[in-house]
């Protein structure tokens, strides 16, 4: 009855933090795949939308062509914001690029203090 409670170990590999700054080489890579794949959902947008295009929609019913305009709408919007997704994870991983870059030159040059 006097036991105290049991504590939990803290796990060594979740109190860790990553201080190394991310490689130059990673976020390129990474920059070429988000870019890779901003390019192809781009060209499955233009499709999807050229498709929708090509076959218009033939209904009397006023009902059937507001559900079918809202779903068309729906599959060009999440394949729009795919490609924006993946156009600015591109664009922030070669920024990122570049910071690293800068500020590896930074502490490869020696300062002088007077």
């Known amino acids: 009855m006097n036991e105290p409670t ?7 590999s979740a109190t860790e933090t990553n201080t190394n700054p991310p490689s130059i080489f990673r976020c390129i890579i990474g920059a070429i795949v988000a870019a890779t794949m901003a390019i192809g959902s781009f060209f ?16 009397p019913n006023y009902l059937v062509v507001n559900i079918t305009s809202a779903v068309r709408t729906l599959i060009i919007g999440i394949s729009t914001l795919a490609t924006g ?10 920024a990122l690029a570049i910071q690293v870059t800068i500020q590896q030159l930074k502490q490869q040059t020696p300062s002088t203090k007077n």
């Open 6 to 12: 049991p504590t939990e170990k803290p796990n060594p």
């Open 85 to 94: 997704v993946f156009s600015l994870i591109a664009l922030g991983l070669l």
């Open 44 to 59: 499955i947008n233009s499709s999807i939308a050229q498709y929708f295009v090509d076959r218009p929609i033939h209904s």
